[in-house]
Every structure is written in C-alpha cells, then in structure tokens.
Nanobody
Framework: QVQLVESGGGLVQAGGSLRLSCAAS????????MGWFRQAPGKEREFVAAISRGGGSSYYADSVKGRFTISRDNAKNTVDLLMNSLKPEDTAVYYC????????????????WGQGTQVTVSS
C-alpha cells in the first residue's frame, strides 16, 4: 500500500521559512517524479514544485521561483520543500504527490497523494 506522509507545516510570520518533508512508503520513489502542490480555501489545487526521478531536474511555479527549493533523497524515500521568504499568499494546505509519468506540473497526472499539511503565513 502506497503512503505519502507530509510533515513540517505550521504557522510562520511573513519573511520566515519552513521545511516540508514527505516520506514515501510502498513504492520505490526513484521510479516516480515527485511534486508539491497547494490548495487555499476556495481555490483550485495548484502546482508548486516538482523534481525528476533522479533529482537532476526541478520545476517551479513562477510564484515560488527563487524562494522555494525542492530536493529528494531516494535512499530514504523522502522529498523536501524548503520555503524561504514566505508570504501570506503562500498560506494553503500543501500536498506531496508521486507521478509515474512526465507531466509534472499537472495535478491530474499524479498517481498518489498525501493527506496534506497546513502552512499559514501571518502578515
């Protein structure tokens, strides 16, 4: 049974940092591209960042480019999202997801999802 479990969310002031982690079990993470998405109340789920199977390529939404960094450790089956210079508009539930395909920015292309972790940025 595949499980993705996110951790690291919380409340932070604007300008602060958080590191989200995603622990994968029941799959060999090196065979999946991994992504982070977020969903704010009343809004659609949106792409945040993704990383290729080997970690050599990463992709970011324009809104987080230069502030967020995605990384992975295939030996530990984990994917992290380091979020710096956080803004109130980054407030959302953040989801980790695994993708057997190659359309890494499209949430419909992902096969497995975590339960999400809340990130709240106060102004």
């Amino acid at each position: 049974q595949v499980q993705l479990v996110e951790s690291g969310g919380g409340l932070v002031q604007a300008g602060g940092s958080l590191r989200l982690s995603c622990a994968a079990s029941g799959l060999t993470s090196s065979t999946y591209a991994m992504g982070w998405f977020r969903q704010a109340p009343g809004k659609e789920r949106e792409f945040v960042a993704a990383i290729s199977r080997g970690g050599g390529s990463s992709y970011y939404a324009d809104s987080v480019k230069g502030r967020f960094t995605i990384s992975r450790d295939n030996a530990k089956n984990t994917v992290d999202l380091l979020m710096n210079s956080l803004k109130p508009e980054d407030t959302a539930v953040y989801y980790c997801a695994a993708n057997r395909g190659y359309r890494v920015t499209n949430y419909r292309a992902y096969d497995y999802w975590g339960q999400g972790t809340q990130v709240t940025v106060s102004s």
